[in-house]
């Protein structure tokens, strides 16, 4: 699979971004979908995970209530709504692909896109 991301941007604090990420290559509705970010000097951490079918979410404790992750498997993407950003949320943000259920962790992921910069300014 291979992946893309797009969509990040420059924003002030409590604006909002949607992140996208498009697959081609192999069936996107086979993998799980997550969102990772990385600061820098900091570990890449996760974001929030969307099962095969979209029916099952999962989120970071730092993002709950404020991102919504949702696919559109006759798109091949996958999104990430970002709202109420704050400046702790800057960071490079991946999409990733992957068949483990629940996956918080990225070892559970075999594909990787390249990465979308998210800035928020105080």
């Known amino acids: 699979v291979q992946l893309q991301a797009f969509g990040g941007g420059l924003v002030q604090a409590g604006g909002s971004l949607r992140l996208s990420c498009a697959a081609s290559?192999?069936?996107?509705?086979?993998?799980?979908m997550g969102w990772f970010r990385q600061a820098p000097g900091k570990e890449r951490e996760f974001v929030s995970w969307?099962?095969?079918?979209?029916?099952?979410?999962y989120y970071a404790d730092s993002v709950k209530g404020r991102f919504t992750i949702s696919r559109d498997n006759a798109k091949n993407t996958v999104y990430l709504q970002m709202n109420s950003l704050k400046p702790g949320d800057t960071a490079v943000y991946y999409c990733?692909?992957?068949?483990?259920?629940?996956?918080?962790?990225?070892?559970?992921?075999?594909?990787w896109g390249q990465g979308t910069q998210v800035t928020v300014s105080s």
């Open positions: 990733a692909a992957g068949r483990t259920a629940w996956g918080i962790t990225p070892r559970a992921y075999d594909y």
């Open positions: 290559g192999r069936t996107f509705s086979n993998y799980h």
């Open positions: 969307i099962n095969w079918s979209g029916g099952s979410t």
